[in-house]
């Protein structure tokens, strides 16, 4: 009888501590939904995400791998001797690192509630290579007065995120804390 006793406690202790833990998960996965696009990338490739990082962050912000889907990437990729005006090639072995990197965190690839939004707007035959013309990108931007951006010499661009997004080189998007330069604490 003391066995079972002492089986059946433990069992409790077991079933409680299993609830604790169930509860912060579901506590750290609703703080994760908030600032979703820094959820745990589904391949780690360290190699290749500080790679993507320093070359592509060396004249622009790194845009989070789960902004674009795959096929995208790796038109970009594939791209770099014309890279928006621009010559970005990289030595093979970079590359490959950091394709691998984008391919494997891309919104087709991700988990994250973003990333299946993000590729839900994005029409399977089409390949955007600007994060600025997916459908989402559009609905969530289709209140900013061009004025704010383009017609900003503090902005210029829509694909400028950091001039208004000061978190978004962290990925940190939360539309709370946009500040448009030279504007009003912009609210939709």
Known sequence: MKKYILGMSSLAVLFTFSLNVWAEDSEHESEKAKNYTQATPVHSSMQGKKNYHKECSSCHMAYPANFLPA?????????????????????????????????????????????????????PNKTPLRITKTRYFDRLHDEVPTRFVSGNPKVRSFSNCIACHRGADQGDFDEDRVMIPGMKRWHD
């Open 71 to 123: 096929r995208s990437w790796k038109a970009l990729l594939n791209g770099l001797d014309k890279h928006f005006g621009e010559n970005a090639e990289l030595d093979a072995e970079d590359k490959r690192s950091i394709l691998t990197y984008l391919d494997a965190n891309a919104s087709d690839h991700s988990h994250s509630r973003f990333a299946a939004w993000i590729n839900r707007s994005i029409s």
